[in-house]
């Protein structure tokens, strides 16, 4: 079992940065991938970037790529998504996701075993 909880989500201006935290437990951390997906109202949950267990392999959707960066400290069981250039259209619930089993880098929410609660991330234009 992997328990999951979010923080650092708000609400920011067009422009503007946010990191958000994701705290892990349960299973060693640094055998398993993580992910970040994002859910718009009416809209389905989508993928936005992941990291491998050791942190050496990151993978982008093309929507945020060279806005946010991927991290993971495995000394402090924490992943995180640094968030720069915010538009609008970032506005979402934002879910970690721990990847237990592929031993890849997965943009199918499917694939992914362990979810958060969420952060709400709201920006304004």
């Known amino acids: 079992q992997v328990q999951l909880v979010e923080s650092g989500g708000g609400l920011v201006q067009a422009g503007g940065s946010l990191r958000l935290s994701c705290a892990a437990s349960?299973?060693?951390?640094?055998?398993?991938?993580m992910g970040w997906f994002r859910q718009a109202p009416g809209k389905e949950r989508e993928f936005v970037a992941a990291i491998s267990w050791s942190g050496g392999s990151t993978y982008y959707a093309d929507s945020v790529k060279g806005r946010f960066t991927i991290s993971r400290d495995n000394a402090k069981n924490t992943v995180y998504l640094q968030m720069n250039s915010l538009k609008p259209e970032d506005t979402a619930v934002y879910y970690c996701?721990?990847?237990?089993?592929?031993?890849?880098?997965?943009?199918?929410?499917?694939?992914?075993?362990?979810w958060g609660q969420g952060t709400q991330v709201t920006v304004s234009s």
């Open positions: 349960g299973r060693t951390f640094s055998s398993y991938a």
């Open positions: 996701a721990a990847d237990i089993l592929s031993g890849q880098l997965e943009r199918t929410r499917d694939l992914y075993d362990y």
